[in-house]
DNA sequence: GAGTGGTCTAGACCACAGA
DNA sequence: CTGTGGTCTAGACCACTCT
C-alpha cells in the first residue's frame, strides 16, 4: 500500500472542517489559493479535493464567488441506505448488529440467466447463496446471491455469517470496479412471507445488481428484498462531469 | 456561453469512439500519451476525459495496464430510469410520447413540512402540483411537485403540459446543483388508484426528492409514484473519488 | 526493464460575479 | 477592477503489472 495521496488527505482535513462546523453550512470556504498555501499543497491539489467532496454532495461551488457548504439534508433518516456505497451490510450499519442467517449455500452449475449475468459458461461453477441478514436480531433483508466460484475460492459458512464484502475486500484484496443496480417493487412472495414475515402480496422493495471488479469481470449477481417502509434506498445526484 | 471545454470533447469524441465500436468491449484503449498527441492536448487533459467516462460506465482503468471498454450491462432494459439525472422525463423519454394532465395547479403557503424541505418561510408561496404523466397516452408517473414562487416566475398551465425542467432550464436559465432522491415501497393510495389505475393495496414505487440549484437554494420537493412492475430506478456507481 | 495510469507542481490564462 | 473558481500545459516522479 502507498502512502495516502495529498488530495485524499486534504478532503478528509475539509471534511473533518465541516462536520466539526469550522465551516458553517450555506458559508464560503476559503478560497482554493488560500486553503492550497495553508496545507502546503497545490492549488490543482486542493480542487481536486474540493471536487470529490462535491461529488459526494458536502459542497457547491459558485464560479467567480467561492465554494459553499451545503448544510443537512430534510428527508435525510436513519432508514436510507445509500444506493451507491460498495461497502458491506456490516461496514454500514455496524457490523455488531448485523447477523446473518444461511438459508441456502450451494455450488452448482449457473443457468442460463446467471452465465449471462456473469458471463459465465455452462461449465464455470457458481456458489448460490440465500441469507437473511439481520439487525439487531431483526430480520431485514433477503438476499440471494450467485458469485463465480474461480474468482472468490474458499467461501465458507463462516464466511457467510459475517461480511462476504470483507473477505472479498480484505483477504482476497479484490477490488470493486463498477455496480449497476436496479430498483424496483414487486409482491411479496414464499420466501418473503416465510423468512421476512411480510404478509401476502405485501409491497416488497427489490434492488437487484451486477458488481464487476475493476478488472471488468462480473464478480456478482443478487438480489436484496426488504419490507416496504422499513428500508429506503437513497440517490445523491451532483451536477459536475 | 464559452466554447466548450477540451476534457469535454475529448470526452465526446472517445465516447463516439466506443459506441462506434471504433474500442471494443474488454479491449483496451489507446494509451493516455498517445491520445494526446493525436488530440492536440496534455495527457492530463485526455484523463479528465477517461475520468469522466469512468463515472459514467463506459470504461474501467487498471494501473499499470490500460484503460478498458466496459461493454453493455445484461440486465438492462427498457423500463430503466437512471435515478441520478436532471433531465426531465420528457427528455428521457421523448417529448412526442410524453404527456401530462393537470390534476391540481395552485399557489399556497406552505404547511411546515414543505417549508423545512425547501427553506422558506410560512409567507413565502409555493406552487403546488399534481400532474398525471402519461407515456403514449398511457398512465405512467403520478407527480406531486412543490417549488417556491419567487425562485419560479410565471409558471403556467401551458408549461405544465410540457416540460417543467425544460422551463427552469432554458427559459430561466437556471442550473442544478444537488438533488437527493429517496426511493421506497408503498402502498397505492386513493390517488393512485384513480389514476394510475392501480388496485388497492398495490406495490407502488414512489421517489421522494429535494432538488437544489447550483446557489444552493432548493427549488423542487417532490414525490413521483408510478405502479410496480412498470418503471425502475437504477444505479451505476462507479468506484472512483 | 518497459509501459501503463496516478499524482503533483508552478505557472498561465480564462470566465464569471460583485463592487 | 478584484477576487473567485475552471481549464490547460509541460514536465516530473511514483506505483503497478507484465515480461
New interface residues.
Partial sequence: MTAEAK??KV?RILQKRIEDGVYKP?TPLPDQKTLAEELHVSRLTVKKALD?LQ?K?LV???SGLGT?V??P????DKF?SP????SGLANLLGSNEVTSDIIEFNVEFPNEDVQ??LKLKSSDPVYNIRRLRRLEGKPLILEHTFMPVNLVPDLNEDILHNSIYNYLHHNLKL?????????????ADDWDQQYLQAKK?????EL?Q?V?L???QPVE?STSRNR??ER????????S?
Fill in positions: 488530495y485524499l478532503a450555506q470529490g461529488r454532495g457547491y461551488k459558485e459553499f451545503l448544510g439534508v430534510p428527508i435525510q436510507d444506493a451507491n456505497a460498495f449471462h449475468y477490488k470493486f470496479g463498477v455496480a449497476y443496480r436496479k430498483i424496483k417493487a414487486t409482491k402480496d405485501d409491497p416488497i422493495l437487484e451486477i464487476w475493476n478488472n471488468g449477481y416496504y417502509n429506503n434506498y437513497v440517490v445523491l445526484e451532483t451536477n462531469f
